[in-house]
């Protein structure tokens, strides 16, 4: 039985009840942080020495087009939904309650272990062959671009047990605290010059999205309420990037010293109350079209290895521009940007997939592997682990895995990954206790 066979079996078997709409959100938002990736990075070689520009900076109108693609709000909403379902269904059973963070984190942590272990790998290699530090610095960089979003979803994750507390508590009202806390850190971060102080945002930003998971998961809300969630996401952005000045693009430009994203400001906020807004207005007709066979189950399939796409397509794209650098600068050679450029974009995207396909077959058995039922570590080991873990993303994160000294990589980052992934997936004697 194929792959294809399977999911459609799977999608027979999956009851009518389920809330689908949340699958297919979820693997629809990867899909679109890929593809605005890929038709956002420009690498120009026109004779052979590679230049890597971006679009956002070569086009500013495209950056209209960030209020499309970039859609983490919409994974922290579904993933709300989905750690409420979850944790709701576990707390009451002390078996279920003990596994949990450890199923939650080995979905997300085991299949970063061999990007992390891959890049280290070549960076060390790179440092020996004499590449430059600069360039490998930046390849390495760019590629794990995706372990920021990681790393803090992660400690999301870990809230779950106070967050939907609190959420049984006070309900939307959660939702409005963390925008106030947001709001109050844009005004002195960005209006009374206290940048530093912009980096909390990253905590009530995320987590105020996360609730209105929690939201679509009680199903609490009607009409009037959606209505309302909507107008005022377009009426805050517009004050945003209008009268106040914030920037146009959702996602970080080069050369520009103000971003939306990094960290976040309450721009986020708006993009995410407007999106989620429309997605919840279609959610309905979006269940009834998934309770047909085939949609569904494609679906499924890619859902299967939508961190492996998610972590592997910016790796996918710094091996198609090193292929073409050993090739003199194959099909690197027209100006970003110009009518020739955009045209041969869905070329670009075709091969960017189809050299895809062979990392998704080789490591997409890590993210499989990860649904496998292990020994729980228990919530306080687990969270120890993942806090580790996340420290060393952030490393990453911020500035790559290639170093310019013995042995190439930044071995502190990955041992911290390596040993934070071990400690939040896998049981060890001191942690059998944990609660």
């Known amino acids: 039985m194929n792959m294809l066979e399977k999911a459609r079996e799977a999608a027979r078997l999956t009851p009518a009840s389920r809330n689908r709409a949340a699958d297919f959100y979820r693997t629809l938002a990867i899909c679109f942080v890929v593809l605005g990736h890929w038709m956002l990075v420009a690498p120009y070689a026109p004779a052979g020495e590679i230049e890597l520009r971006n679009i956002l900076a070569e086009q500013p109108w495209t950056q209209f087009l960030t209020w499309l693609f970039q859609v983490m709000p919409v994974f922290f909403f579904v993933g709300g939904y989905s750690n409420a379902a979850s944790w709701t269904s576990a707390r009451t059973v002390p078996e279920k309650r003990h596994a949990w963070a450890t199923g939650r984190l080995r979905r997300l942590l085991l299949p970063v272990v061999p990007l992390i272990v891959l890049w280290s790998i070549a960076a060390a290699i790179a440092y020996q062959l004499g590449v430059d530090a600069e360039l490998a610095k930046n390849a390495s960089q760019a590629a794990l671009i995706p372990v920021w979003f990681l790393a803090v979803y992660i400690l999301v994750t870990l809230a779950v047990p106070v967050s939907y507390a609190i959420w049984e508590r006070i309900g939307l009202w959660s939702v409005a605290f963390l925008a106030g806390i947001a709001v109050a850190v844009d005004i002195i971060g960005v209006g009374l010059g206290q940048s530093w102080l912009r980096w909390i945002n990253y905590a009530p930003v995320w987590l105020a999205v996360h609730q209105l998971g929690y939201w679509w998961w009680r199903g609490d809300q009607n009409g009037r309420a959606i209505l309302f969630l909507l107008a005022l996401g377009i009426a805050w952005l517009w004050t945003l990037v209008g009268p106040v000045g914030y920037p146009i693009s959702m996602v970080s430009v080069p050369g520009e010293d103000f971003s939306n994203t990094r960290p976040p400001t309450t721009a ?168």
């Open 268 to 435: 986020m906020l708006a993009i995410g109350c407007i999106q989620i807004a429309l997605l919840l207005f279609v959610t309905n007709r979006v269940n009834n079209w998934l309770q047909r066979e085939t949609p569904w189950a494609i679906v499924i399939l890619a859902a299967q290895s939508i961190m492996t796409i998610y972590l592997w397509h910016l790796t996918v794209v710094i091996v198609v521009t090193g292929l073409s650098i050993a090739l003199g600068g194959f099909g690197l050679g027209t100006e970003p940007g110009t009518a020739t450029w955009w045209a041969l974009r869905p070329v670009f995207v075709l091969v960017l997939v189809v050299l895809l396909l062979p990392f998704i077959a080789v490591f997409g058995r890590f993210e499989s592997g990860s649904r496998k039922a292990a020994a729980p570590a228990g919530l306080v080991q687990a969270g120890l682990g993942a806090v580790i873990a996340c420290a060393g993303l952030t490393l990453v994160a911020l500035g790559g895995i290639s170093l310019d000294r013995l042995p190439g990589f930044n071995w502190i980052a990955g041992l911290l990954i390596i040993v934070g992934v071990t400690l939040a997936t896998r049981a060890m004697s001191f942690g059998k206790t944990n609660d």
